[in-house]
């Protein structure tokens, strides 16, 4: 029987509703929200406005480019967390409102196995490759850096965290420090593709935690680095902002990989993928799958529309809880954190 499913990812400061057919994604739409741009970070209370404006038009639209109307819809998958409590709470009560008016069932869907469960997103022409279970998965986000061992679709082990900054903060507060535009990351990777990745040493982090980051000392050093150049040359960002992207972006690849090469080792487990918004970064990417044909290693990169926020992974994440009979009460509330998930 097929099984049609309606998700809504609205954790952050994108709005996105999606629809599957069992895994095939039938329609994937996504309002981003400028707004934030001019502030140079996502304040909270414009996002949450902003998603109770797009959310609407958002999942209409991608009803009707699915063909479906909403009869149809076997489940309503919704980020329940972690995120901006104000942009969750409309993505919720939308959830609700919806499943009260047509009695749906709801499921709720973990933000972060989301973007691990993007994976297993079909295409209507084409299959698209997946990982063997166990999989590890390197996921990096704007507010988490994990590595998480993936037994099956809902059977999740987190073995290696970030103890401060996730890697997404690291690239965001760097691009801040030398004046780039808000979200950062993406910036970065376009101007280091001109730099030297040699140019400049940071610091690398020792942490205690075997698999554990630590991306704030990097963060540290770069802003002295900068702040002691610029009493020398008022200009040197200016003059030396491509170096300065390439090396900071090869510190943060190799602080990455160090820890994923020795989970690899340790656990035994060759397939690897990435994901969440830093897997689109293109240093990242060659340098997992370098590492990977080094290692013997089945390396699994996210298409990259299907790397930043999106509903399709909260849809297909909702399959695979749907078909397991996980359906969410209707008193269910948003959570920030995810250790309150
Ligand atoms: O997964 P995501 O869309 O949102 C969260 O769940 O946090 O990730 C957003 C993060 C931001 O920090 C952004 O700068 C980063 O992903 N990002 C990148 C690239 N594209 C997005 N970082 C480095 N290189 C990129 N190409
Ligand atoms: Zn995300």
């Given amino acids: 029987m097929d099984i049609t499913i309606l998700g809504i990812e609205s954790s952050c400061d994108d709005?996105?509703?999606?629809?599957?057919?069992?895994?095939?994604?039938?329609?994937?739409?996504?309002?981003?929200?400028?707004?934030?741009?001019?502030?140079?970070?996502?304040?909270?209370?414009?996002?949450?406005?902003?998603?109770?404006?797009?959310?609407?038009?958002?999942?209409?639209?991608?009803?009707?480019?699915?063909?479906?109307?909403?009869?149809?819809?076997?489940?309503?998958?919704?980020?329940?967390?972690?995120?901006?409590?104000?942009?969750?709470?409309?993505g919720v009560s939308f959830a609700k409102g919806l499943s009260i008016a047509r009695n749906i069932p709801m499921v709720e869907v973990n933000h972060l196995q989301g973007h691990i469960l993007s994976h297993f997103i079909d295409l209507p022409d084409r299959d698209l490759p997946h990982p063997d279970f166990p999989f590890l998965c390197l996921l990096v986000s704007g507010g988490h850096t994990q590595i998480v061992e993936v037994r099956s679709p809902l059977d999740m082990r987190i073995i290696g965290t970030t103890i401060d900054d996730a890697a997404g903060e690291a690239f965001d507060k760097c691009a801040k420090v030398m004046g780039l535009p808000y979200p950062g990351g993406p910036v970065i990777d376009r101007?280091?593709?001109?730099?030297?990745?040699?140019?400049?040493?940071?610091?690398?982090?020792?942490?205690?935690?075997?698999?554990?980051?630590?991306?704030?000392?990097?963060?540290?050093?770069?802003?002295?680095?900068?702040?002691?150049?610029?009493?020398?040359?008022?200009?040197?960002?200016?003059?030396?902002?491509?170096?300065?992207?390439?090396s900071l972006q090869r510190t943060i690849v190799d602080i990455l990989l160090d820890k994923l090469i020795r989970a690899s080792k340790q656990t035994g487990i060759r397939d690897i993928a990435i994901a969440g918004g830093v897997s689109a970064n293109s240093g990242l990417r060659d340098g997992i799958v370098e590492a990977g044909r080094r290692r013997?290693?089945?390396?699994?990169?996210?298409?990259?529309?299907?790397?930043?926020?999106?509903?399709?992974?909260?849809?297909?994440?909702?399959?695979?809880?749907?078909?397991?009979?996980?359906?969410?009460?209707?008193?269910?509330s948003p959570?920030?954190?995810l250790s309150d998930l």
């Fill in 15 to 90: 709005t996105s509703a999606a629809v599957i057919r069992n895994r095939t994604l039938l329609s994937n739409v996504i309002a981003s929200q400028a707004v934030h741009v001019k502030y140079g970070g996502v304040i909270p209370e414009l996002a949450s406005r902003a998603h109770q404006q797009n959310i609407i038009p958002v999942v209409d639209t991608a009803l009707k480019e699915a063909g479906v109307t909403a009869d149809k819809i076997d489940a309503i998958a919704f980020t329940r967390g972690p995120g901006l409590l104000g942009s969750l709470l409309v």
């Fill in 191 to 246: 101007l280091a593709k001109e730099g030297d990745p040699r140019a400049f040493a940071f610091a690398k982090p020792h942490v205690e935690g075997e698999f554990d980051y630590s991306f704030s000392g990097l963060k540290t050093s770069f802003l002295y680095t900068l702040r002691d150049a610029v009493k020398q040359d008022a200009d040197f960002v200016e003059h030396h902002k491509a170096d300065l992207c390439a």
């Fill in 296 to 332: 013997g290693w089945r390396t699994f990169l996210p298409e990259f529309r299907f790397t930043t926020d999106n509903a399709a992974m909260i849809a297909v994440s909702g399959y695979y809880r749907y078909m397991d009979g996980r359906i969410s009460s209707l008193d269910i």
């Fill in 335 to 337: 959570v920030a954190r």
